[in-house]
């Protein structure tokens, strides 16, 4: 039996929204915000959020004219524009329902398919954390050596986990990981569920999930080589920049710009600096781990890394801005680049689940402007998305346009929770 039209614009939302949860397993595992609708409008799709503050402390009875300020550190995220199936459909089209019914499912597919890309992108491309191996896993290195790698550094580093912990596999290094991760029974032999679903198993080295995906993109081999540090060079926290007017203003503290000695870096690059080691966050103990970093953008010889690189040495930090001190030492002039993606692979991600921010907000359809077509809103809590099914039909050439869209971003705000894992780098 046909459906009627309140049938039909319910069918299209019920499907898409089924579709989209049952297929984005990272979505599912990052953290969702849908900033107020008014102020985004009239911030361009901006979004400014806090940091986790690090609290300096000190001891003794008197502490007068010793306090120290609040450094609120913040992070920017921009809003996109909807990601969008449009189609148009003539009345012979819509002979076969079944027709219909089909292309809304390959609309939800798809549209599932770019947020799970989307937010691999944004991990592979700002992710600090590197795990390298120079053999391909499964050979010399064994799945558990190369997870139980990325949580050691997540733990040595201190940093926040309490919203968990999730790895996720590319294809070929999945093959070669899943034999001695894979949870067997009894007999050895591997549960069903791991085929089905794609997850290996639950608490492996301290991730709460590891599962593979196809949607991760290779990183290029970088071909950038001899590169120094020119010039010597600090960083500072900074909750705020004076405007022309000597108002306050917003800054963006993922990110630092660095002048190397020459070019040939390129965004997602992964590097570090000669004797620059990882602290722990809170004890500020210095690591054996050398510290990395993330190419985000290049302008000649300037390179923007995340994160950006306080170093506990420079005694020209103030208590507060020293607590956010995440390396040994500053840049100095002539320190030697170190580049670590040198051979292209596809890359496998981990992250602290609240280091990812899906951004989503709903599409304002409801307005009389809108009245002469059929829309329905419609939100997916548990993959942060929302979304709109509109139609509207032509007398003219009886022919009807349909529209599914999902309005999103998703957005690295804690770039050093966030790791790349590449194996075969030799």
């Known amino acids: 039996m046909a459906l009627d039209e309140g049938q039909v614009i319910t069918y299209m939302v019920d499907e898409v929204m089924e579709t989209v949860e049952n297929l984005t397993p990272m979505a599912q595992r990052v953290d969702k915000y849908a900033p107020p609708a008014g102020d985004m409008q009239r911030s361009q ?3 400014w959020m806090p940091l986790e503050q690090e609290a300096p402390t ?9 306090e120290t300020n609040i450094l609120e550190l913040s992070v920017k995220c921009n809003m996109g524009v909807p990601d969008n199936d449009f ?8 002979r076969d329902e079944r027709s219909i019914r089909r292309r809304i499912k390959a609309s939800g597919q798809k549209l599932a398919n770019n947020v799970e890309m989307a937010i691999a992108k944004q991990a592979v491309e700002m992710g600090s954390l590197v ?8 050979s010399a290195k064994t799945g558990w050596d190369f997870i139980s790698e990325a949580e050691a550094l997540i733990f040595s580093r201190e940093l926040n986990r309490s919203a968990g912990l999730s790895f996720f596999f590319n294809p070929t290094d999945y093959r070669g990981a899943g034999q001695d991760l894979t949870n067997k029974d009894f007999y050895g032999r591997i549960s069903e569920d791991a085929y089905k679903s794609g997850t290996i198993q639950k608490q492996i080295a301290g991730f709460n999930d590891v599962l593979r995906s196809p949607k991760m993109p290779s990183l290029p081999a ?3 080589t001899g590169l120094t540090v020119s010039g010597a060079q600090k960083f500072k926290p900074q909750a705020w920049i004076a405007d022309a007017d000597g108002n306050r203003e917003n800054v963006d503290n993922r990110t630092a710009v660095v002048k190397l000695s020459g070019a040939g870096l390129k965004r997602g690059d992964k590097i570090s600096f000669a004797g620059v080691k990882y602290l722990s966050q809170m004890a500020k103990n210095i690591l054996t781990q050398d510290a990395t970093f993330s190419v985000v953008a290049v302008n000649g010889n300037d390179v923007t890394i995340t994160p950006k690189p306080v170093a506990l040495s420079d005694d020209k930090l103030t208590p507060e801005e020293r607590a956010y001190a995440n390396v040994n030492i500053s840049l100095a002039d002539g320190m030697a680049v170190n580049v670590l993606n040198i051979k292209t692979t596809q890359a496998n991600i981990f992250w602290a689940d609240d280091s990812i921010r899906l951004v989503s907000q709903p599409i304002p359809v409801n307005h009389d402007l809108f009245s002469g077509m059929k829309t329905q809103s419609f ?4 993959v942060g998305l929302n979304g709109v099914v509109a139609y509207q039909g032509d007398i003219g050439t009886l022919s009807g346009k349909c529209r599914i869209a999902l309005w ?6 804690r770039p050093e929770a966030i790791g790349v894992g590449l194996a075969g780098q030799k």
């Open 45 to 47: 799709n901006t979004v």
């Open 131 to 138: 795990v390298a191996s120079p053999e391909p896993i499964g």
């Open 379 to 382: 939100s997916i809590p548990n």
């Open 408 to 413: 999103y971003s998703a957005c690295a705000v």
């Open 58 to 66: 000190q001891q003794g009875w008197d502490l007068t004219n010793k």
């Open 87 to 94: 189609f148009l459909l003539r009345a012979d089209d819509l």
């Open 222 to 224: 970088s071909t950038a």
